[in-house]
């Protein structure tokens, strides 16, 4: 009976933050490791944390947390093999007008340029959380948060102009 | 392209995310297939692990039943002579589930896949039934008496019942956490894409 409840209440945490977890994996697939499976290996993750969720933290920086550790980790062990941006992977999962298909694709573009690390960072930024919650989520000072954010746009910057 | 434009192209794709319901349709769905898939391979790999041992069933009862020692024994004949038919009858049978198991294809339709388990869970099923209550009182059986006829002495006597005791442990956890374990895991499986499609 307990464990069918936590089933129902983590089925139902997740139906309402599948985006929070499809966002963070778009940020790292790759050949090796497509959405599907990212998005799997995140959910499994979750699952095995979910009962010692503590309600010290919101629920979505404790997501955000986990989903990136996870996808982090698995970047890492990918890192050692040749890499290759996925950009027709995300032709087939995303379904967007046409005409702002070409700036998500070079959004996504300039993102996969960037480290593990940075991805993080910018995909909170672009979720507008806090320095503080980047701080949170990522185990970061604030001070490194607001170098590495001025460090990114810049990057972004160098990126676009070549 | 700078923050601020990446900030609004990630606005819009958050605003498409959020009316985009195929696309989680589409992530559930290929986890949901690749979970089932690792199901049945396992079910596959033990069916055919089946085949084999029983395969070689056959040649090791011809061999024991031409044994010189047992020549002048009647049950250790008949026991070969029952690995023998049941070799070959179990033989026929894996045949027949795998093909049943093989017929399982995860992007065709999910009622002939559903079909397709439950036919294989029956076959199961029915194939317990005859081990525990007719393969294994048997075999049992004609072990004791071949033992009986032949005098084995203390050592073979222990021998056979610890064979009893592992090969029914071994019997119902293969049923148990191998067979019963992965049928269910696909059944739900099926069931939950079966409900995302009638969404």
């Known amino acids: 009976m307990y464990n069918s409840n936590i089933e129902k209440a983590f089925i139902e945490l997740i139906r309402q933050n599948d985006r929070l977890i499809y966002k963070v994996c778009s940020m790292y697939i790759s050949d090796e490791f497509p959405l599907a499976d990212l998005y799997q290996e995140v959910v499994y993750n979750l699952w095995k944390s979910f009962p010692k969720f503590r309600n010290e933290c919101s629920i979505s920086t404790w997501m955000y947390r986990i989903a990136l550790n996870t996808c982090i980790t698995v970047m890492r062990k990918e890192l050692r093999r040749p890499q290759h941006v996925p950009i027709l992977e995300l032709n087939e999962h995303l379904i967007a007008p046409e005409s702002m298909e070409e700036n998500i694709k070079e959004m996504y573009r300039l993102i996969y340029q960037l480290n593990t690390l940075e991805r993080a960072i910018i995909l909170l930024y672009l979720e507008e959380k806090s320095y503080q919650e980047i701080a949170d989520i990522t185990g970061l000072t604030l001070n490194n948060i607001a170098i590495k954010i001025k460090r990114i746009k810049e990057k972004l910057k160098k990126m676009s102009e070549n | 392209m700078e923050l601020h434009e990446l900030k609004n192209t990630w606005t819009v ?187």
């Open chain 2, 13 to 199: 794709l958050d605003e498409q995310l959020k009316k985009n319901e195929t696309l989680n349709k589409q992530i559930i769905q290929e986890m949901l297939q690749k979970k089932s898939s690792r199901s049945l391979n396992k079910l596959i790999n033990t069916s055919f692990i089946n085949l084999i041992v029983w395969l070689l069933g056959i040649p090791i009862s011809i061999w024991g039943y031409h044994l010189p020692r047992f020549e002048n024994f009647l049950f250790p004949k008949i026991l070969f002579v029952t690995i023998f038919v049941t070799a070959i009858l179990m033989v026929i049978w894996s045949c027949y589930q795998l093909r049943n198991l093989m017929k399982i294809d995860f992007s065709k339709s999910v009622k002939d896949n559903m079909r397709s388990v439950n036919t294989y869970a029956i076959m199961l099923k029915k194939e317990k039934i005859a081990i525990y209550f007719g393969f294994a009182p048997i075999y049992y059986t004609l072990g004791i008496l071949s033992y009986y006829e032949l005098g084995a002495d203390f050592s073979y006597w222990t021998f056979l019942v610890v064979a009893f005791i592992v090969g029914v442990a071994m019997t119902y956890w293969t049923y148990k956490r191998i067979y019963d374990t992965n049928i269910q895991a696909i059944k739900k499986c099926l069931d939950e894409l079966n409900e995302l499609n009638e969404e």
